[in-house]
């Protein structure tokens, strides 16, 4: 039998023509991808994250000459909430590349791990996670639910 999966997904062309407190967010994101450390890739990626208290989190890459020990923006931003509002909800993700082509018009997407780790924050966060693509300049894709990026992702009851 085959099975047909769609996913949603709004797509804007600029992230400036987001709403206001969506697009505030994607900007945190771009400002924060000055302090990612990519000496190796030159790749800076930045990440904002909101949460139901409106507070707003950072983080950005972290490259190392061993490769595996670096970390992706999305991680970091999201390990930074675990450890210091552990209890906080999750309402939105952005995620910004500083230094993508402009002839490159697709928006950055988060790499197999951070989407792992992304379904597993919007399991235990009990309602969707909005996840925000894009940069302020260029086109800007919003998912409503990490599901849309990872739709069969192993969670903590794949476990059980």
């Known amino acids: ?10 797509s804007f062309d600029q992230g400036k023509d987001l709403e206001s407190h969506l697009s505030m967010l994607l900007a945190q994101a771009l400002d924060v991808t000055n302090l990612a450390y990519a000496p190796y890739s030159k790749f800076k990626v930045g990440a904002a994250l909101l949460l139901e208290n409106n507070i707003i989190l950072v ?3 972290q490259e190392n000459a061993s490769y595996p020990c670096g970390i992706c923006a999305e991680r970091n931003v999201l390990f930074s909430k675990g450890a210091q509002h552990p209890k906080e909800k999750i309402k939105s993700i952005a995620i910004v590349v500083q230094n993508q082509s402009k002839d490159n018009n697709t928006p950055p997407t988060p790499c197999g791990l951070c989407r792992q780790v992304l379904s597993e924050f919007e399991f235990n966060n009990q309602q969707p996670i909005q996840i925000i693509l894009g940069h302020p300049d260029r086109k800007t894709w919003v998912f409503n639910s990490c599901a849309d990026l990872l739709p069969f992702a192993f969670t903590p009851s794949s476990l059980i």
């Open 59 to 61: 983080g950005c890459n």
């Open 1 to 10: 039998m085959d099975h047909i999966l769609q996913i949603h997904y709004q």
